[in-house]
């Protein structure tokens, strides 16, 4: 006697949290049953759906299938009690099922299924074997059917979700990329999820030119290609020469820089195969620079070094001069001479 009231506190707490459905006396079904009605994604009526109410004491189960317009309802010997309730329909699967449903005499339960579909689902990734390769367009194909998707960043990812099962060709494709080599046709069945990663090579441009300063060739400036995706450094030679080979289509940042010069960059696009020249003239730094004259002094520096110069020079004239003049003093008599 002491353990009934325990039995009938669990009872009563089963009983609160079991699920209260909506009520169908409006639709105007009288008695104890379950009904509702069955759609397809698009709203649609879907007839032929097996519905299954398994009471969960009993474990006694009972089924209706829906009619052309999607309406079900239990059998009539249908008995009170607490349900579990699932929808079936071959290679389909319903959006919801009701656990715990809690079905009392005199009552009836509208419960609603919306069918959907089971398909396939194709995933990977695409780079260039090293680099992801986003915005690149994967395609499934047959003679019935066609999808499409492309790849994301930050990873080169894909997915073609909601795919009839068949037999298809994929490719991969992008501009300023080769399509994929052609593969084995891919079989998707039912209700699979399968992975096929892609390769693309680029098309390779190339882009060189002549870095100048005051008209010549301007010789060991650095010049640095990048992009989010590629980065490349080269430095000018004797002449004032550079070129990047094989470098991915796309949009750059290019910087001309060296020592005592202002930096130069710019903006440059670079189509598949394409053969771009890019002459750059270089600015002198003279607001951050004061060695810009002779032997790397500043202005003033350096005519202090031309006026010693200068001065040494007239200096060392002079004393051969009068050294001439020790050794013959005759020339100093005849140009007196000449003077009278």
Known sequence: MRKLPVLLLALALILCSAYVPEQASSAGVVGTDIVGRAINETGAAFPGVEIRATNVTTLVTYKATTGADGNYTMPSNFVPGLYNVTASFLNHSANVSYSNVLVKSGQSARLNFTMLEVLCKLTGFVTNGTTPVYGATVTLINEQRSYSNVSVNPLGKYEIPKVQPG?????????????????????LIRGETKSVDFVLQEQ???????????????????????????????????????????????????????????????????????????????????????????????????????????????LVVGIYVNYKIRRKPELLDRDDSEKD
């Open 204 to 314: 390779p441009a190339e882009l060189g030119g002549k870095v100048e300063y005051d008209g010549s060739g301007l010789k060991g400036v650095t010049v640095k290609l990048s992009s989010s995706l590629f980065t490349a450094e080269t430095v000018t030679d004797e002449d004032g020469n550079y070129t990047f080979s094989q470098v991915p289509s796309g949009s750059y940042t290019i910087t001309f820089s060296k020592e005592s010069f202002l930096t130069n960059s710019m903006s440059v696009g670079l189509t598949p195969f394409e053969v771009r020249e890019l002459n750059v003239e270089m600015e002198y730094d003279n607001a951050n620079n004061t060695q810009t004259f002779l032997l790397g002094l500043d202005l003033a520096h350096s005519l202090m070094v031309i006026g010693l110069t200068v001065s040494i020079m007239v």
């Open 167 to 187: 037999t298809y060709t994929v490719v991969a494709s992008k501009v300023g990329y080769y399509s994929s080599d052609p593969m084995p046709p891919v079989v």
